[in-house]
């Protein structure tokens, strides 16, 4: 009976089901096409309170992308977790850039102050970036290795030990302390 219960949870683990908290890393990730997991991504935005940004996923940074809408539910659900972890493994040198899709400046700066973000935020006007990364949905996220290998893309909200186990990933595995 032990043996079957292994051989099932094997099983499982490999078809990428697992219970809540236990997720293997990358299991809950959309399948990432061969070309574009390694495409080099680079794009240009307007930061928030003027000038741009660029972002590009060249080898030597980790780093995680976060596509956001200030009246998104999930959204909103998902962002104290996220600041959470961003800044933990931030000490491993995990860049996070935060993108708004396409909303007015004065409804963005309301979110940024009502979670404290201190990180990056660029609006995407226009959609351009999103298009950038073949995304249609928000939230979504993308998660990038310091080789510059995408190794997670999501479009859907992400569960804190979700979000933990791909910015572990993406910095190497390291485990930061809280």
Excluded at 115 to 133: H, N, R
Aim: hydrophobic share 45%; glycine share 8%.
């Amino acid at each position: 009976m032990v043996m079957r219960s292994v051989g099932l949870v094997a099983a499982l683990c490999l078809m990428g089901v697992s219970a809540p908290g236990v997720a293997i890393p990358g299991s809950y990730c959309l399948p990432v096409k061969t070309p574009l997991r390694y495409k080099a991504v680079s794009f240009t935005a307007a930061m928030l309170d003027g000038g741009t940004m660029a972002f590009s996923n060249a080898p030597g940074t980790p780093a995680v992308v976060s596509f956001f809408a200030t009246w998104c539910g999930p959204c909103n659900r998902e962002m104290p977790e996220f600041l959470k972890v961003a800044h933990l493994y931030e000490k491993r040198g995990l860049k996070t850039i935060l993108v708004d899709s396409q909303e007015k400046p004065d409804a963005v700066r309301r979110f940024i102050k009502k979670f404290g973000i201190d990180f990056p935020v660029e609006i995407d006007t226009d959609g351009s970036v999103m298009d950038t990364f073949g995304l249609h949905a928000i939230p979504s996220t993308a998660f990038y290795n310091d080789r510059g290998v995408l190794t997670c893309l999501v479009q859907d909200s992400l569960e804190p030990y979700q979000i933990d186990n791909e910015a572990s990933a993406a910095v190497g595995g390291w485990m930061p302390k809280p």
